[in-house]
């Protein structure tokens, strides 16, 4: 698929927004980010690429080639691409920092493509492979988003926000509104879609009544009232897969979750809490309508340790969590490379013999 034609499968009002992003924070000062990736209308083709010093790429613009600006990686990085490898939907570099873009449909506005500004111009979905060569800490993200215009190859495509972390456990959000690039610090750790960050902030307080736990058993008229089964203080969580929804979850699962040990106790709890944010094929499709030959909506979710350097994956065709040791690549020697996330497309079942 061209650039232009998955910009162009960006544009149709598919049910695509359902990226959800976690936050932990281990008991021995670790920070651990974590998300998923949907898309119903097909495979994304997901790739692991890996960026040595000194890769060089152009933007791809409006005008249909890439003709944008042209960036040279200080930092390597290895990043998770969709549909073609220059987009990097997510990544770690070998500083530390982490960087990933959210489907943010209906809520950002980037400013109109000038030609005449075309060597400082970013597609968006390139602005994270940008990043990652470029910065080293989320200030540093701050200053090299404010050298350039971030675009679109396809006005008429959604658009994307953005997370990004580094070692210290600080973590940004960036919302392109209305032309104007607006960064958030995100102390809680969580983020899914549109509307924005803020706005689910706020809509957290509607949710001021659950807690974890169960319910008390108190008396109602002439008769009791007694939980039926453990957790019943978070009855109301909304469980239906919308952002808002989605995001509500996210933050009552993640906050309410023990914290771990270690970095790597982490990375699992957070495989384990978005196992619930896995959307089944089905749910995003009308009655009747026939759904995309894939597994899963949700193609892959991903855990970063920026502290040690790794990355952690699984995917809709194998739930084997895998993992890439950035502390093992020497950046300065190894060939830029792009690979499938699976290199078989098939779930690994051990069978237990019974003697």
Same mark, same amino acid.
């Given at each position: 698929?061209?650039? =232009?034609?998955?910009?162009? *499968? ?6 695509? @927004? ?5 936050? =932990? ?32 790429? !152009? ?33 770690? +570099? ?12 209906? *809520? ?7 030609? *005449? ?40 495509? =959604? ?33 899914? +879609? ?10 957290? +307080? ?33 469980? @239906? ?7 509500? !979850? ?54 970063? @340790? ?18 890439? @040791? ?30």
């Amino acid at each position: 698929m061209s650039s =232009l034609v998955l910009a162009g *499968a960006l544009a149709v009002p598919f049910p695509t @927004d359902a990226c959800t992003g976690i936050t =932990l924070k281990s008991k021995d000062g670790v920070t651990v980010v974590a998300r998923t990736i949907e898309w119903s209308g097909g495979n994304l083709n997901s790739q692991y690429v890996v960026v040595p010093h000194g890769h060089v790429r !152009r933007s791809y613009t409006p005008d249909g080639g890439m003709n944008g600006m042209r960036f040279k990686a200080r930092y390597g990085y290895v990043g998770f691409a969709v549909e073609q490898e220059e987009f990097i939907a997510e990544g770690l +570099n070998e500083a530390g920092l982490s960087a990933g873009l959210f489907y943010f449909p209906k *809520a950002g506005e980037y400013q109109p493509y000038d030609p *005449a500004e075309q060597s400082r111009s970013i597609a968006d979905l390139q602005l994270v492979s940008y990043v990652l060569g470029e910065c080293s800490t989320v200030d540093e993200v701050k200053a090299a988003v404010s050298k350039v215009r971030i675009t679109t190859i396809d006005p008429q495509a =959604l658009t994307v926000h953005w997370r990004f972390a580094d070692t210290s456990g600080r973590q940004l959000v960036l919302e392109v509104i209305e032309g104007v690039p607006r960064f958030y610090e995100n102390q809680l750790g969580v983020l899914t +879609n549109s509307p924005g960050f803020e706005w689910h902030l706020t809509n957290l +307080n509607n949710y001021v009544n659950l807690f974890p736990g169960s319910a008390p058993e108190h008396p109602f008229g002439n008769i009791g009232l007694a939980p039926l089964g453990g957790g019943s203080g978070f009855l109301g969580l909304p469980g @239906d897969f919308t952002p808002p929804s989605r995001f509500v !979850r996210a933050a009552f699962f993640q906050t309410t979750a023990p914290q771990r040990a270690t970095a790597f106790e982490s990375v699992l709890q957070c495989f384990h809490i978005l196992n619930n944010f896995d959307i089944p094929i089905g749910v995003q499709y009308a009655e009747g309508e026939t759904p995309a030959d894939i597994p899963s909506a949700t193609q892959w979710t991903a855990a970063t @340790d920026m502290t040690h350097r790794m990355l952690y994956y699984r995917t809709m065709y194998n739930s084997t969590i895998r993992s890439i @040791d950035l502390r093992s690549i020497d950046f300065s020697k190894v060939k830029y490379r792009a690979k499938p996330l699976d290199a078989v497309k098939s779930q690994a079942v051990e069978a237990i013999v019974v003697e």
